[in-house]
């Protein structure tokens, strides 16, 4: 008998693609996602990588062919929450395959030096990587590294 698929989870985050890859990002109300998400697209387009927003601020999440997949709800898509300003335009994909889960955690709840972990999101297990929030500069070559991007090759 066919198992029923289960409806998305809608969870808070923002999501990006960087290359073939998509990038998860969570934490609480003023982390820092947005920023984060912002900082890594403005890194990779300076650098020639195709990067684009999935979604900002909420996001519909589920397996797929045990694979974690976002997908943006069509009345925020390429909409970007800037800080001090009202949703932005940006051009975005409407959904995409997770390969990395960034969790922005305070500063103290962060291991200086982490093993590899996953945990699941929607049902679905996925590489996690815990980084200090309101961080973007120390985030950033930590999650280029983790997806062995230029220049961790």
Known sequence: ????????????GTAILIGERGVLITGPSG????????TLLD???????????????????????????CRVPATIAGLAEVPGFMPRP???????????H?????????????????????????????LAERNAATALPAVMARLSIAPFL
């Open 102 to 130: 960034v969790s922005l955690v305070p500063k103290a709840e962060m291991a200086r030096f982490q093993e590899e972990i996953s945990a699941p999101v929607a049902g679905c297990p996925v590489p996690r990587i815990d």
């Open 1 to 12: 008998m066919h198992d029923p698929v289960a409806p998305p989870e809608n969870i808070h």
């Open 90 to 100: 940006l051009p975005f994909e409407p959904g995409g395959v997770i390969d990395l």
């Open 43 to 69: 890194h990779c387009r300076a650098r020639g990588l195709f990067s684009r927003l999935i979604g900002d601020d909420r996001l519909l999440a589920a397996a797929s062919a045990g694979r974690l997949v």
């Open 31 to 38: 982390a820092g996602k947005t920023t984060l998400a912002l």
